[in-house]
């Protein structure tokens, strides 16, 4: 594929129609041409090195273009391209090419006809569906690929028709390497980490730390925080929320954390302070030298409460920021100057909200790690103020009753309990892997494993294996 790049790049991509899980329009002649062109590039490629027609089928190493050859790309290639046993005149038409006495011209024609079938490109799904379309849709949806020996065996035997079956196979999927990085794609999806930004490029300096490697890090180190807690640890919800479990693998981030670093198969280094993927310094890092605390309340609301605040026009930001004037940060910490900011009407009808949350975490420094004050710096990095550092509010504003807190803690207990919190994983996580928009109460079992304390493992299983796979 790599080599047949340019080919790729030709294909039309696919863009979604209005209703979220349609193809619009469904495959023009530009769709066509560019298929049939990367078709007849990857089959010639193929015929042209005796180490991937083995790939393909055995028979076809030395004489590529035999009956042989054929039969055994119709028995086995065939089958899994399509991930369905072909009919019998699919079988007629595909071998009508016939043996040819030219060495690869039989062989590259079928091979590319394969590859340009709409079969291999179009997931089809019957109503009610076959077991080879149950099959694929579990395989797609748990490991974004197609089904293996395993399902399809199953499959076979008419072994894919009651929810217990689909739960074992879902089951099964989600611990293999493809299952296990899809899992890591959500809690990416979930937690928009493509959003986390280069840290400050000063705060990383006065560390002797490279910003761009620390983001790197940082963001490796969720991957394997998740890893951990779902897979090996088999976690609930809640330990995924609290728990003071930290995956450093170098000095910079173990730094960071305050910790050791950690290597796979050591004991399990705590943080107490980094409690949770909230605690995660990827998902504290700040891009300006000081932290925002707005930013990191509407990241709490956006990402953990699945909360849309719709942002302002930024012209009244910006008139009341001429309006106050420069704010002495010798004089004021970050947090005075955002209450200073943001303790007028209009901007005090949604800021009390983006706020309270967005304080607590004050008591981490804009490269995540753990303070207690808050240093100013001047341009030069010498340091020319230190504020101690204030997480108390009085309303936090997140459940059905005002709550108030004193530190970080506090907000990671409330949130695991949350039930706004269950139902944002619980939608997001059918979002992710059906590509499709949430119906209100479809959820509930989902919801229901949250709240029951089910390991995350059952919570994915119970999102995936529904009765939706069998109609
Ligand atoms: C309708 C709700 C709403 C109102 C009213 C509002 N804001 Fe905001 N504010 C937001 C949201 C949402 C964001 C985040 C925007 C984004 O995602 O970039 C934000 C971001 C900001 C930021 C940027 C923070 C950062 O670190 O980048 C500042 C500063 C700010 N608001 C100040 C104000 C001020 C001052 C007012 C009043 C004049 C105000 N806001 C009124 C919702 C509001």
């Given at each position: 594929m790599?080599?047949s790049?340019?080919l790729v790049?030709q294909l039309p991509s696919d863009r979604?129609?209005?209703?979220?899980?349609e193809l619009?329009p469904l495959p023009s002649q530009a769709h066509t041409d560019a298929s049939l062109r990367l078709a007849i590039?990857l089959a010639?490629?193929?015929?042209?090195?005796?180490?991937?027609?083995?790939?393909?089928?055995?028979?076809?190493?030395?004489?590529?273009?035999?009956?042989?050859?054929?039969?055994?790309?119709?028995?086995?290639f065939a089958?899994r391209a399509f991930r369905r046993?072909?009919?019998?005149?699919e079988?007629?038409?595909?071998?009508?090419?016939?043996?040819?006495?030219?060495?690869?011209?039989?062989?590259?024609?079928?091979v590319a006809r394969l590859l340009s079938s709409p079969a291999l490109t179009f997931h089809h799904w019957?109503?009610?569906?076959?077991?080879?379309d149950?099959?694929s849709?579990?395989?797609y949806?748990?490991?974004?690929g197609p089904?293996?020996?395993?399902?399809?065996?199953?499959?076979?035997?008419?072994?894919?028709?009651?929810?217990?079956?689909?739960?074992?196979?879902?089951?099964?999927?989600?611990?293999?390497?493809?299952?296990?990085?899809?899992?890591?794609?959500?809690?990416?999806?979930?937690?928009?980490?493509?959003?986390?930004?280069?840290?400050?490029?000063?705060?990383?300096?006065?560390?002797?730390?490279?910003?761009?490697?620390?983001?790197?890090?940082?963001?490796?180190?969720?991957?394997?925080?998740?890893?951990?807690?779902?897979?090996?640890?088999?976690?609930?919800?809640?330990?995924?929320?609290?728990?003071?479990?930290?995956?450093?693998?170098?000095?910079?981030?173990?730094?960071?954390?305050?910790?050791?670093?950690?290597?796979?198969?050591?004991?399990?280094?705590?943080?107490?302070?980094?409690?949770?993927?909230?605690?995660?310094?990827?998902?504290?890092?700040?891009?300006?030298?000081?932290?925002?605390?707005?930013?990191?309340?509407?990241?709490?609301?956006?990402?953990?409460?699945?909360?849309?605040?719709?942002?302002?026009?930024?012209?009244?930001?910006?008139?009341?920021?001429?309006?106050?004037?420069?704010?002495?940060?010798?004089?004021?910490?970050?947090?005075?100057?955002?209450?200073?900011?943001?303790?007028?009407?209009?901007?005090?009808?949604?800021?009390?909200?983006?706020?309270?949350?967005?304080?607590?975490?004050?008591?981490?420094?804009?490269?995540?790690?753990?303070?207690?004050?808050?240093?100013?710096?001047?341009?030069?990095?010498?340091?020319?103020?230190?504020?101690?550092?204030?997480?108390?509010?009085?309303?936090?504003?997140?459940?059905?009753?005002?709550?108030?807190?004193?530190?970080?803690?506090?907000?990671?207990?409330?949130?695991?309990?949350?039930?706004?919190?269950?139902?944002?994983?619980?939608?997001?996580?059918?979002?992710?892997?059906?590509?499709?928009?949430?119906?209100?109460?479809?959820?509930?079992?989902?919801?229901?494993?949250?709240?029951?304390?089910?390991?995350?493992?059952?919570?994915?299983?119970?999102?995936?294996?529904?009765?939706?796979?069998?109609?």
């Amino acid at each position: 594929m790599a080599e047949s790049a340019d080919l790729v790049a030709q294909l039309p991509s696919d863009r979604l129609h209005e209703s979220p899980d349609e193809l619009d329009p469904l495959p023009s002649q530009a769709h066509t041409d560019a298929s049939l062109r990367l078709a007849i590039d990857l089959a010639e490629r193929i015929a042209a090195s005796r180490e991937s027609r083995a790939a393909l089928a055995t028979e076809c190493a030395d004489q590529p273009s035999s009956e042989p050859c054929v039969e055994a790309l119709l028995d086995g290639f065939a089958p899994r391209a399509f991930r369905r046993p072909l009919s019998q005149a699919e079988r007629d038409r595909l071998s009508a090419t016939g043996p040819s006495d030219e060495v690869d011209e039989t062989f590259t024609v079928l091979v590319a006809r394969l590859l340009s079938s709409p079969a291999l490109t179009f997931h089809h799904w019957s109503s009610p569906p076959t077991p080879y379309d149950v099959a694929s849709r579990i395989a797609y949806t748990t490991t974004g690929g197609p089904p293996d020996d395993v399902l399809v065996g199953a499959a076979s035997r008419d072994e894919l028709s009651t929810p217990t079956q689909i739960r074992a196979q879902v089951t099964r999927l989600l611990e293999s390497p493809w299952g296990r990085r899809r899992v890591a794609d959500f809690f990416r999806y979930w937690l928009r980490l493509d959003a986390v930004p280069v840290p400050s490029r000063r705060a990383s300096e006065r560390l002797g730390l490279d910003a761009g490697e620390l983001q790197r890090s940082a963001l490796a180190e969720v991957d394997r925080f998740v890893e951990q807690m779902v897979f090996t640890r088999s976690a609930e919800f809640r330990e995924l929320i609290t728990s003071p479990l930290v995956y450093p693998e170098d000095d910079a981030l173990a730094g960071l954390y305050g910790t050791a670093v950690w290597h796979d198969g050591d004991p399990p280094v705590e943080a107490p302070h980094h409690r949770g993927l909230l605690g995660r310094v990827a998902l504290l890092l700040s891009q300006a030298d000081r932290t925002s605390p707005i930013m990191r309340g509407i990241r709490l609301r956006e990402r953990l409460l699945c909360q849309e605040i719709e942002p302002p026009d930024l012209e009244i930001i910006d008139s009341r920021v001429d309006e106050l004037g420069a704010i002495d940060r010798t004089e004021h910490s970050t947090r005075e100057a955002t209450e200073r900011l943001t303790g007028v009407t209009p901007c005090y009808s949604c800021h009390q909200l983006i706020n309270p949350p967005g304080f607590v975490f004050e008591s981490f420094d804009p490269l995540g790690a753990y303070r207690t004050a808050e240093v100013v710096y001047d341009e030069t990095g010498r340091e020319i103020a230190r504020h101690a550092v204030d997480t108390t509010v009085a309303d936090l504003r997140i459940g059905p009753e005002a709550k108030s807190a004193s530190r970080f803690d506090d907000v990671v207990d409330l949130v695991a309990d949350q039930a706004m919190a269950h139902v944002c994983v619980a939608d997001s996580l059918v979002e992710f892997y059906f590509a499709h928009e949430v119906e209100a109460c479809a959820t509930a079992d989902v919801v229901d494993a949250i709240a029951g304390s089910q390991s995350f493992v059952d919570i994915i299983v119970t999102a995936i294996a529904t009765e939706e796979m069998l109609r």
